[in-house]
Each structure stands twice: as structure tokens, then as C-alpha cells.
């Protein structure tokens, strides 16, 4: 899938591409990744769980040359793809940029014959994937020390 360019509600520009692992960007990725998910929690990346993402999608989102977001893609099985590790810069929340992501997501896994987007979901972020169409589909359970819910979507 091509570089897709969004009009976020305050009219600046954006950028979704995916980026190659180990890329400069990539580092960029993983610092957010680390600043939003990670270091909240007390936690770190290992080199090992860093190292497993060299097969995985590494979707990106750009305001200009600044990272503003990032997801990643992980085949499940030829008919399901796991989102994971969405993240976006929290000075520039509200945006609109997860919700671009996500669909960039859904549409190149489409494209590619991916017939469920699932995820494991923060408690706190059900309501923007129920609001993108996701459902839940399993108790909830521990990850990373909170709790989280299983979600997916039907890729239509």
C-alpha cells in the first residue's frame, strides 16, 4: 500500500506509510512505543521481544518529518492479523491519528486477504475500537501488569 495522506480536524497534514524495521524511523518508533506504553508501567523492551518484530508491520504516522504514531502488524494465520502496540504521541491526542492508523491498517491487511483484524486492548482504549467497530470477543484478562480485553473486527 502506497503513502495514504489524512486531513486530521485541524487541517495538518498527515503521513501513514509503513517503515522498514531497524530504519531510523523505526528507533523513533520504538522511543514512542517506550514513552507511551512501556516506561508508564515500569516497563522496557527487551532485545529479544525488539528482535521478533523484524517479521511484523511497522505502520507509522507523520506529521511532517515528527512521528506522531505507530502500530505494528502481526500475522496470526493466512485469515487473521494482530494489531499491537499502538501508540500515539500523547501532546497530539485527539486528532485523529489512531483512528487513521487503524483504518490504513485494516486496509492494507485487507488488501492482502486478511479476513479478522484482532488485538489485545487496554481497558482504557475499548471505547475508540468499539467506536471503529470492534468487538469484544473474551474475558478480560493481565497483560503487562493491566487489565486488557480481546478484541477483533470482521475485515469486510
Known amino acids: 500500500m502506497r503513502e495514504k495522506k489524512a486531513m486530521p480536524a485541524e487541517h495538518e497534514s498527515v503521513t501513514v506509510r509503513i517503515i522498514p524495521f531497524g530504519s531510523p524511523e523505526y528507533i523513533q518508533e520504538v522511543e514512542l512505543r ?15 521481544q525488539l528482535e521478533e518484530e523484524a517479521e ?22 493466512v485469515d487473521e492479523i494482530k494489531m499491537r502496540q499502538v501508540a500515539v504521541n500523547p501532546d497530539i491526542r485527539g486528532r485523529g491519528i489512531g483512528r487513521y492508523m487503524v483504518f490504513y491498517a485494516e486496509g492494507w491487511a485487507k488488501g492482502r486477504g486478511y479476513k479478522t483484524m484482532s488485538m489485545h486492548a487496554r481497558e482504557e482504549s475499548i471505547l475508540f475500537y468499539l467506536k471503529l467497530g470492534y468487538r469484544i470477543t473474551g474475558e478480560k484478562f493481565t497483560e503487562v501488569t493491566i487489565p486488557h480485553f480481546k478484541m477483533e473486527k470482521a475485515l469486510l
Not at 517506550?34 to 529479544?48: K, N
Not at 511484523?56 to 500475522?75: D, R, V
Open 56 to 77: 511484523e508491520i511497522h505502520i507509522n504516522c507523520f506529521m511532517g518529518e515528527k512521528l506522531a504514531g505507530t502500530l505494528l502488524l502481526k500475522s496470526i494465520s
Open 34 to 48: 517506550l514513552a507511551v506504553l512501556r516506561e508508564p508501567l515500569g516497563l522496557t523492551f527487551t532485545e529479544a
